[in-house]
């Protein structure tokens, strides 16, 4: 009963100002890459990036310090129509990456073509993850365990919008998870993550399809529909097997909604997957046929709106299983049954840095099992 308690107390919140005047979204919905895109840059080449330095403390544990992310991105305008982005990033000052690398070329004002590595649109953080654009040290759980994010995979499609219906839309042939992913196996505990092959030499045997619609014909508020569909990659050698890859139905739904000092913001994710008796079987594995996740989430800026500065309070509420089916002989296990609340301060310095400050309550559905506590630090920018 708890977890439908707070999550009324958050919704009932994001109804009842929306029945005041609405104001302009346009700072949440806008990346980096958007910026580097956009029509107006007078350079040839510009340069953007964001950052993220943490310290997380869990209950009863020592705490970890970590430059979690640096990420500089790149983007150069060839002509009027032609456009490069690349993002590079830097996890745990160690570990280099690729995050988006993709050519763009406009047809016109509304369409666009697209071609490189690019980040699959479901959700809203595995798109909008500038540490000044979500609340909390640490992104939400359900992007993590669920869609998973950073989530992106090299492949070709069309993005655009359209003005007169208030809809912005994309659509992908993307390479998929793989199945096997080195040593790493998909299962329970993370779900898909373990598949994500970053475009680093990916397998592709079968293409995968996404797609994503954004409405935004009410000042003030954003809603997102999206959809993923395809197969797990499978390596040559193994491709005809039963149980060599996986079928993945997703599909997510997210809201964003601002009135003056008042945000809030939710989401709703389903994966359905099929053959994974046969793929357990043969990769020792424990992944499970359903994958869900959803969240409420509401904050209030604490500071008055002709400041620049912007104390932000927030309060998550999320809820999300990676076995929330299971099919054969596999037993569901409670402990990926999980709920996690969060709440904090966001110090937003500037409009590109800010100081964090949450703490997390983490409990699953083991019976007896006890809720933990951890305490959460966090510095970012974005520029």
Known sequence: MR???FAGILLSSMIVSAQSTNDSIPQLTQNTADRLLAKNQKSPLTIGGYGEIT????????????????????????????????EIEFEHVSEVFVEQAF??????????????????????????????????????????????????EIGIG???RSDAASLKYQAYIFNGFASVNGSKVLGGKNGLRNGRQKGAKSTINTPNFSAKVDYYGINGLRLGLAGYFGRTQAEDDVDMLDGADVGIAMVGLDARYTNKRFAARGQFINASLSDTDAYNTLNSADLGSKLQGWYLESSYNLLSQDKEQQLWAFARYEDYDTHASVDGALTKNDAFDRNDITFGLNYKLAPGAVVKVDYQIKSNEVAGSDSTGQLNFGIGVWF
Do not use: A, C
Not at 57 to 84: A, C, S
Not at 127 to 152: A, C, K, L, M, Q
């Open 3 to 5: 977890k439908f308690f």
């Open 103 to 152: 050519l763009q070329y406009s047809l016109n004002d509304n369409v666009n073509l697209r071609g490189g590595l690019m980040l699959v649109p479901m959700g809203i953080v595995n798109e909008y993850h500038e540490p000044t654009t979500f609340n909390g040290v640490e992104r939400p759980s359900v992007d993590g365990s669920i869609i998973p994010s950073t989530w992106r």
């Open 55 to 86: 310290y997380n403390q869990p209950e009863g544990d020592n705490g970890e310090l970590d430059i979690q992310r640096l990420v500089l991105m790149f983007g150069y305008k060839f002509n009027d129509k032609t456009q490069f982005i690349t």
């Open 158 to 160: 069309v993005s655009g």
